[in-house]
């Protein structure tokens, strides 16, 4: 058993994350992950106004809206698509799909992110 506890789970700073708060909830500094293929847990809290930038990475990556609303821009093969996420949506973005999430509302929203740890060396 690996537990973090919310108050001590470990901050980083992803490049390109604007306005955010982000913790490691399990994996990399948060300690140890046994499964394989090896997942990791994060959580993002986006203040009023916080956004990533329109990036892609080569890695699946698993978001669940846990507070507040958060507007979501992908874009694949030149095609945009901008949707908004609520509390409970969930949305799994795909290798090298570039995606952006922006909270534009007046309160802070909090999305939790499911991605598989990197390969060794890479």
Known sequence: MNLTRFNQAPTYHPPHHEG?????LQ????GAVQAQPALWLGLSILAPGGHT???ASALEKHYV???GTVTLITETQGQRLETQLHP???VAIAP???RQLYNHSPH???VLLAMP???RGG
Not at 20 to 24: E, Q, V
Not at 27 to 30: K, N
């Open 20 to 24: 955010m708060k982000c913790l490691r």
């Open 27 to 30: 994996g990399h500094e948060a």
């Open 53 to 55: 930038a329109l990036d």
């Open 65 to 67: 809206v846990l507070q």
């Open 88 to 90: 409970l949506d969930s």
């Open 96 to 98: 090298h799909e570039s």
């Open 108 to 110: 802070e929203a909090r």
């Open 117 to 119: 740890m990197p390969a």
